[in-house]
């Protein structure tokens, strides 16, 4: 059961270009979404969120948008530089109750490989 | 300020035999959430510690266990390695119980099961 879809492995785009990365959820009950950047080796670094009660986020080149009633999400870099290449994964998060505690957990989707060339 | 830092970086271990690894968590977090990342998936939510409980698991069984201590250090144990444990696991802190807030990612550790 996968809450969170990436459907694009990847997107190659030009350097200068804008980057659009494309996310669905299915759980309605998600009400904080997150983007990350993974370099190889490393651990996947925040990049920009949105809570649900908003429909855009902006951050420098970084601007991601919420459809709340389409449960889709997606993130727009521009302009794309060389430097952007990565993996960027899309999670959602939710306050869960189990056993009368609460606890908070990233789903995410299976990431895209974006690559900008010079 | 110190980020999240884990060791060790990479390991190989047999089946059936057992691992640890290991997390510090970012300065001022008091929550860490531990994840296993496949090859070309996305991480995949283990269980979370908050003050020095486990207070939220994903879909794995109990032979992975953890630990987290007063500094808010974080142990992750496996027993009974399978081939198929080979992965990354990532350690993540966060402030509070992070519902709504951002998780810190450290670099993982490269889990080999042979």
């Known amino acids: 059961d996968q809450q969170v879809k990436q459907n694009s492995p990847s997107l190659s785009v030009q350097e200068g270009r804008i980057s659009i990365l494309n996310c669905d959820y299915t759980n309605s009950m998600f009400d904080y979404f997150l983007w990350y950047k993974k370099y190889p080796a490393e651990g996947p670094t925040f990049l920009i969120s949105i809570s649900s009660i908003k429909d855009k986020n902006e951050d420098g080149r970084f601007t991601v948008f919420l459809n709340k009633s389409a449960k889709h999400l997606s993130l727009h870099i521009v302009p794309s530089q060389p430097g952007d290449s990565a993996v960027y994964f899309c999670a959602a998060s939710s306050l869960f109750n189990a056993g009368g505690t609460s606890y908070g957990k990233l789903t995410f989707g299976q990431g895209t490989i974006l690559t900008v060339h010079p | 300020e110190t980020g999240v830092t884990q060791s060790p970086t990479h390991l190989i271990k047999t089946r059936g035999q057992q691992v640890t690894l290991r997390c510090s968590s970012q300065s001022g977090h008091n929550t860490v959430s531990w994840y296993q990342q496949a090859l070309g998936q996305g991480p995949q939510f283990i269980f979370q510690?908050?003050?020095?409980?486990?207070?939220g698991r994903g879909n794995f069984p109990p032979r992975f266990s953890g630990l987290q201590f007063p500094n808010y250090s974080s142990e992750l144990n496996v027993n009974a390695l399978e081939l198929d444990d080979s992965a990354l696991y990532l350690c993540?802190?966060?402030?509070?119980?992070?519902?709504?807030?951002?998780?810190?990612f450290g670099p993982g550790t490269r889990l080999t099961v042979l």
């Open positions: 510690y908050y003050r020095e409980e486990e207070n």
């Open positions: 993540a802190s966060s402030s509070g119980l992070a519902g709504g807030a951002e998780q810190f």
